[in-house]
């Protein structure tokens, strides 16, 4: 399967080990995942400049952000 958009995954609270959803679309995909520099205890405008900085790499117009869990309310806010 090849996707024309640019999908950016985002986990949330403590991250996505191997075996999460996440990380298998990561892989399997070649989606690519936006690292945040707190896993544990996030700060939300640290989170929200993570996915500004990852964002902007590439047409905004063609950016689908897959969150899961924090990452949800997060990219709410984001937008």
Not at 16 to 39: A, D, I, L, M, T
Not at 56 to 79: E, F
Request: charged share 15%; proline share 5%.
């Amino acid at each position: 399967m090849t996707f024309q958009s640019t999908i950016l995954i985002i986990p949330g609270l403590g991250n996505s080990g191997p075996q999460h959803w996440q990380s298998v679309w990561e892989n399997k995909f070649n989606f690519k995942r936006v690292e945040q520099q707190e896993w544990d205890t996030p700060v939300c405008d640290d989170w929200i400049e993570s996915i500004n900085n990852e964002v902007s790499k590439y047409d905004p117009a063609n950016v689908i952000l897959v969150g899961h869990s924090l990452a949800c309310t997060t990219i709410a806010y984001w937008a």
